[in-house]
């Protein structure tokens, strides 16, 4: 794994060799990036359209706002502080930052008795319940490409999330082990129209595919975690899906020598999904009894990996923790931002999006301080907006990669006024010790 670098540089463009991309969890980073003499990215064609978006949006120049007047850095500063230093039960949400960002985030929330809630939770919270509940065996994205024999995907086509997983993971032309690649099995199992185009393998065989609702995926994963253990099911289908189907599934990922099964806990959109994961990860420790199998969640957005991990780090718990009454204390239901809003559980909002601009704070009685991409388009201007820069394209960062054991630098590629985000909360945070 290489660092970003520059590469060349001339009097007309700059290149940047091994970049990696932020905009979802994969953090691929085999990405080349030039920039041209008016400051333009074009990026190497070896990439997904998410990518191409995310690295050649135009930079904007825009200045910070209080109350929709233009005003200098160090007047939104001030004015963010004073917010936070009146306020009593301080939110800070969205949270779309990288590793740098919330090691500051935590650091104002301490100072400032803040609570802490990132945008994704609601679908992150699907994997943590479990992990805190009971463990799982997950793996990494490295040993899947280097060992997995049958890939099991459970209720997602993958790509619309992680636009090149398979082209990077599955169908990658090298392994460690001298595997066939061409060889590797594919299951999809849960979901309806999905784009299974690219679980066909290069050789031609298209994967299998066992359609049903994404809200049956309880039932089915729940059936296929008691074939795994050797229970006889009464019944010739679940949710379509015909028993002797699921049975043929069930034989294969015992006869596999090394299956992994896969999930995106976002697209799991129905009332206490996280059970559902649980049945998927502990199939995964059943099969371990006999062969070798884990668990691959994947998915990651708008830095949400990086702000869990960072979060957990500092203060032993993921975000939906608080530091009010001084010590960090945990709580899914009682720290959930939108229903803290609703109850109006707060008296200042301060919102954090510095990857998409399209990312707006929800509506809010509480004053409220957005920092965050410089495009940002309001629909109720906040009391302070302050435009900061994007991590991997404005400013150097770091990130977590979506199966949380490897980090991965990010780089500044261009030449901008934004100031990162870190440092913007580090003024605030210094601010809000001033009389
Ligand atoms: S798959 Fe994800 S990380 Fe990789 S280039 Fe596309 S958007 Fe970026």
Redesign the pocket.
């Known amino acids: 794994m290489q660092s970003s670098g520059k590469s060349q540089t001339d009097s007309n463009s700059t290149i940047h060799e091994h970049v990696?991309?932020?905009?979802?969890?994969?953090?691929?980073d085999d990405?080349t990036v030039s920039r041209n003499a008016s400051g333009i990215l074009e990026v190497s064609p070896n990439?997904?359209?998410?990518?191409v978006q995310?690295f050649q949006r135009p930079l904007v120049d825009t200045s910070p706002r209080i109350a929709d007047k233009s005003s200098t850095l160090q007047e939104a500063i001030a004015k963010a502080a004073e917010i936070l230093k009146k306020a009593n039960q301080p939110l800070i949400a969205g949270l779309g930052t990288e590793v740098q960002g919330m090691r500051a985030v935590m650091q104002l929330a301490d100072r400032t008795g803040a609570t802490l809630d990132h945008m994704n939770s609601y679908s992150t919270l699907r994997n943590t319940l479990v992990v805190q509940n009971s463990g799982w065996m997950v793996t990494t994205l490295t040993e899947v490409r280097n060992r997995v024999d049958l890939l099991l995907i459970i209720g997602t086509d993958i790509v619309s999330y992680?636009?090149?997983?398979f082209e990077?993971t599955i169908w990658n032309s090298e392994t460690m082990f001298d595997q066939d690649t061409s060889k590797r099995e594919v299951v999809y199992l849960g979901g309806r129209g999905l784009d299974t185009s690219q679980g066909i393998s290069p050789a031609g065989v298209k994967p299998t595919v066992l359609e049903c609702d994404i809200e049956q995926l309880p039932d089915v994963t729940a059936a296929l975690r008691a074939l795994i253990a050797g229970k006889q099911l009464q019944a010739d289908s679940v949710a379509d899906i015909p028993v002797a189907e699921l049975a043929k599934l069930a034989e294969r990922l015992q006869a596999a020598k090394y299956s992994v099964v896969t999930w995106i806990s976002s697209a799991f959109d129905f009332p206490y999904a996280e059970l559902t994961v649980q049945n998927i990860t502990e199939t995964v420790i059943k099969l371990n009894e006999k062969t070798r199998a884990s668990g691959l969640p994947l998915g990651g957005s708008e830095g949400d990996y990086s702000v869990n991990q960072t979060s957990t780090w500092i203060s032993g718990y993921p975000v939906r923790n608080s530091l009010q009454r001084g010590f960090p204390e945990y709580d899914p239901w009682q720290f959930d931002a939108e229903r803290m809003l609703d109850n109006g559980e707060t008296d200042a909002l301060l919102w954090i999006s510095c990857f998409q601009p399209e990312k707006t704070p929800p509506a809010s009685a509480a004053p409220t301080i957005v920092i965050g991409h410089a495009a940002m388009q309001f629909e109720h201007e906040p009391d302070v907006f302050i435009p900061v820069g994007t991590p991997g394209l404005d400013h150097a960062g770091t990130m977590f990669r979506i199966d949380s054991s490897v980090t991965l630098p990010l780089a500044g590629l261009r030449k901008s006024a934004l100031p990162s985000l870190a440092a913007v909360i580090d003024a605030i945070e210094a601010a809000t010790q001033l009389d």
């Open positions: 990696a991309c932020p905009a979802c969890g994969l953090l691929c990405l990439t997904c359209a998410r990518s995310f992680n636009p090149r997983f990077r």
